[in-house]
Every structure is written in C-alpha cells, then in structure tokens.
C-alpha cells in the first residue's frame, strides 16, 4: 500500500509517518516535503523503521505546487491531507491560501486522474471546524483565520464529485515532541492573565499517538458506502477541564507545577471577550496578526466558550478506533521524557 502524506514533517506528519511504517511493512509513503529541513525531519523520523528510509520517497514541493501535487499522487492508494497554516493568529488570506486553496487543487487534481481506483482522500480537520455552527458558513469571521479556514475546507471537500473521502476532526493534538500547543499553553500559563481567565467548557482532547491511529485505520477499514464520511476523534477518557489539562499536560511535559487559575475570582467572559476585542481593533498594534501573548486573542477564546466537544461513537463503530493510548500512558511517557531531557542537560 502507497500513501502520500502532505504536511509529514510537522508535530501530526512525522508522527503518522512513523506510525503507519511500523505497522506495515508493505506500506510506502510518499511525502511532500518543503525544504532540505522538512527533509531531514522525515527521514530522522524513519530512522529506527526496518528500511524506512528506503519507503520514504521525498516529494520537494508545497501544496499550492501542482507539479509537486502530481508527482506525490503517482500510483498511490491514499493520499492524507494534513499540511496546513495552523496559527490562530494572522491575516485570512494566508490561511485561505494554504489551508483552502491548497486543499481545493488537491482534490481537484485526484478528481482529474485518469484511472479507474483513485486513491481515497483522507483530510485532517479539527474541532475549530465547529466554528460554522455559530457563525453563517458564507460569512465566517476574519479573525478567527484557522477556524475560518477549516470550516471552508471542509465546504469545499463536501461539496466535490469525488465520494471516497474521509474528514477526521481531532481534538486538541498532545503528546511527545509537541511543537504546537504545549509551547503556547507553557507560556499562556505564566502569564499573570492565566489566573483570573474565565472558566472555559470541557474540551475534547486527542493523544497524538490516537490521531495516528485514527488516521491509519482510515487508510485501510473498507467504506460501508459512496458517500463522505465526518469523524470525530478524541480520548478515552473524554473531556477534560482546560486548567486540569494545563496542569497535567504542561506539568509532565515540562517537569513544573503550572498554577491553577484563582477559584474564587475569575474574570466574566462577556468582559475578556469585550477587551480583547477592543484592543483588536487598534491598528498600530497589529494585536491578533502578531503573536504577542499566546493563547490570548478572540479565536483561542472562542474555541474554550464555544462548545467545540467531540463525539468518537461513529469512529469507534465504523472504523474500529480504540485510542491505544490512554491519558495516564501519555502522562508517564511526557514524565519519562522529561527524566531524560533534565539528565542530559
């Protein structure tokens, strides 16, 4: 089985990358890799794969390089589509470019191959697509530009000819070597603000090692039937408070105890979001097309006081999702990693 995996040198890719490796020896992958770095992070990944590095074609390209994007889909069974601008921060147009334009030729570009067995199109979505369920789909806020920019995405795959696809949602990413979220949640909780932020809803959370698995099962579980099909992919466990996820989360991976927001004075939503917004709106400050305090701007606020939770019964029944990793598993790996880190340094 061949794949061709977009976006393989990021915190998801390398690790599906080296997921799907190790749990077939016959599985290839072609990735579309940006630079001779991307490159390098993709075969470092492979590393300790019996001949992986021998089943990694390296594609050198981007996703709005359509001679790239046709190399990388040659004689492939499934292509994953997870490269994306992942900043909620920034000007639309740049996530529209990458995020939707990007994914728009692809699949346009799979729909135009002259062969009868297509590959399937596996996308990889996330909660912040929930967005269109408070917001007009033909008019999305500017400032929440990955939101925005999933929810299109996602308009335009449903809205193609082409039926074997599969969108995986994904709660908040965690785990090993997490270059996204912990750095902005580290920083976000050492911030003075931390301690009186509103209490947020209970959020959906997804073990990078899970993500994987769902991916994975997405490439080979056979389709039931033609048509589309939306899954949602979270832990175990369930939901999890934002300040317990902070604690523990943060806590393991960088061997500190985060402090836990006041409990007997937090500031009211309808106040941050006012403020926040108002400072938004001065324009010399550029505040929400820079990151000046993580964590801190409209689109972050509205995926904690949106209910943005997820529902994984469909993937546990259709596609067999366990999630092999447990919270107390990816609690112990981060704190035996961490053991590591300290004693070589």
Not at 79 to 90: N, S
Not at 301 to 312: A, F, K, T
Request: charge should be neutral; proline fraction near 4%; glycine fraction near 6%.
């Amino acid at each position: 089985m061949k794949f061709f995996v977009t976006g393989g040198s990021g915190y998801l890719g390398r690790n599906f990358i080296q997921y799907a490796l190790s749990q077939n020896d016959n599985i290839t992958i072609n990735a579309l890799s940006r630079s001779s770095v991307s490159d390098e992070v993709i075969l470092k990944t492979v590393g300790n794969i019996k001949k992986g590095r021998e089943r990694i074609r390296i594609i050198r390209g981007h996703i709005n390089d359509e001679n790239s994007l046709k190399e990388g889909l040659e004689d492939v069974d499934v292509v994953i589509h997870m490269a994306a601008k992942v900043q909620p921060y920034g000007y639309y147009e740049e996530h529209e470019r990458i995020n939707v334009q990007g994914t728009a030729l692809l699949l346009s570009l799979i729909e135009s191959l002259q062969r009868s067995n297509k590959p399937r199109f596996v996308y990889i979505s996330s909660f912040a697509a929930h967005l269109s369920d408070y917001f007009p789909i033909d008019s999305l806020p500017d400032w929440a530009p990955y939101s925005k920019s999933k929810c299109l995405s996602e308009k335009e795959i449903m809205k193609s000819s082409f039926e074997d696809i599969i969108i995986l949602r994904l709660g908040w990413l965690w785990g090993k070597d997490d270059s996204v979220l912990a750095p902005m949640l580290y920083n976000l909780c050492r911030n003075p603000i931390w301690k009186i932020t509103p209490q947020s809803l209970p959020l959906s959370i997804t073990h990078v090692t899970n993500a994987c698995e769902a991916i994975y099962l997405s490439c080979i579980t056979e389709k039931n039937n033609n048509s589309k099909s939306i899954y949602e992919i979270e832990d175990t466990e369930g939901k999890v408070e934002m300040d317990d996820f902070v604690v523990f989360y943060i806590g393991s991976a960088y061997n500190i105890e985060p402090p836990r927001p006041f409990k007997n004075f937090r500031a009211p939503k309808w106040l941050v979001w006012g403020l926040i917004t108002s400072v938004e709106y001065i324009p010399f400050l550029g505040y929400s097309k820079t990151w000046i305090f993580d964590g801190i701007n409209r689109e972050c606020l509205v995926c904690l006081y949106r209910n943005y939770q997820l529902d994984s019964t469909n993937a546990r029944e259709e596609l067999n999702y366990i999630g092999k990793v447990s919270r107390e598993q990816g609690i112990a790996e981060l704190i035996e990693l961490s053991k590591n880190k300290n004693s070589v340094l």
